[in-house]
């Protein structure tokens, strides 16, 4: 059965904490992404990585950063938590060509008090 | 600049079908997505169109136009289950790094 986990179900941060949000695969994926998930805004993207060590920033990067050390992982840092950063943080997977499919991640619950 | 729009709730009898829209405008185009999201739980894949009419797989079947940056989810046969999100997502060239760009999302609420 395919996977794609999540550190943390639920995680609670003060603000300016520098918070971690790990991210495993295990289908050998090329390519790994972190979005964030907003009533009414939908599924954005933040950061993305194609390759070990190769990140992209998607459309909302600011305040975030991004680390892909090996195929199979691929973490998200707020460096400075912020409340407007709380969330929920889904992270997914998919290997290369088209049309192949995102796994996802159940998702991170992040709150910034 | 990227655009998704699809409606933000709909609601319908068990046993009906539904037609949940998705229009876009993105800078390219590789493809769109559907997927359907529980409450609580993680997006999972239903469709992938990128050429023109339908795709039927089961009760669910995906509908293209790319001329008109169109696209529609229809359910038959509705369950109480498929109360969920639906979840459209555009694939924008991006050397096949299948990067998606989402709408927001449609709630569907499938009552009795």
């Known amino acids: 059965d395919v996977k794609v986990t999540q550190s943390s179900r639920y995680l609670v941060k003060r603000t300016g904490e520098k918070v971690f949000l790990e991210c495993v695969q295990d289908m050998d994926h090329e390519n790994m992404f972190w979005y964030r998930q907003d009533p009414g805004l939908g599924l954005r993207l933040i950061y993305f990585s194609y390759d070990v060590k190769m990140k992209e920033k998607g459309d909302i990067p600011e305040g975030y950063s991004v680390s892909r050390e090996k195929k199979e992982r691929f973490s998200l840092i707020l460096e400075s938590a912020s409340t407007n950063q709380t969330s929920m943080y889904l992270c997914?997977?998919?290997?290369?060509?088209?049309?192949?499919?995102?796994?996802f991640g159940q998702g991170t619950r992040l709150t910034v008090v | 600049g990227q655009n998704i729009d699809q409606p933000t709730e709909m609601t319908a009898t068990e046993g009906a079908i539904v037609q949940i829209n998705c229009t876009y405008q993105?800078?390219?185009?590789?493809?769109l997505f559907w997927y359907q999201q529980h409450a609580g739980e993680a997006p999972t894949f239903l469709s992938y169109n990128v050429l023109d009419g339908l795709e039927e797989k089961g009760r669910f079947s995906s509908f293209l136009s790319r001329s008109k940056g169109y696209s529609y989810l229809l359910l038959k046969e509705l369950q109480m289950k498929d109360s969920a999100s639906y979840l459209c997502a555009v694939t924008p060239w991006s050397g096949g790094y299948n990067k998606l760009i989402f709408g927001a999302g449609t709630r569907l609420a499938v009552h009795p």
């Open positions: 997914a997977s998919s290997s290369q060509g088209s049309g192949t499919e995102a796994f």
């Open positions: 993105t800078s390219g185009f590789n493809g």
